[in-house]
């Protein structure tokens, strides 16, 4: 989570992959990666993260979501999602 806070988004990443492996019970640790795929621009993996955490009972992880769709459906309208998702990547 250090790496977050630095705006090392792909570090900060690599340590939740880790936990997530590593089963760590904390779903927090979706909520994280969410704000880290949020930042760099993968709203789609985004969300993803931000519903498990919606699910997992973290109230944040709801409102993210639900943030993070409207943007998904305002960029869907003007067909930018597909594309900048992948123009995100080739950043990564």
């Known amino acids: 989570m250090y790496y977050k806070f630095l705006y090392e ?6 340590d ?5 492996d590593l089963k ?3 779903k927090l640790v979706y909520l994280f990666r969410g704000s880290c ?3 760099l621009g993968k709203f789609i993996e985004a969300r993803k993260d931000y ?3 919606c699910k997992s009972g973290i109230k944040t992880g709801c409102e993210n979501a639900e943030k993070v769709s409207r943007l998904i459906d305002i ?5 930018i999602v597909p594309r900048f998702d992948s123009f995100a990547h080739s950043f990564s």
């Open 24 to 26: 760590v019970e904390n």
């Open 75 to 79: 960029l869907d309208m003007f067909a």
């Open 37 to 39: 795929y949020e930042e």
């Open 51 to 53: 519903e498990f955490a």
């Open 16 to 20: 939740f992959e880790k936990s997530i």
């Open 9 to 14: 988004y792909e570090k900060a990443l690599a």
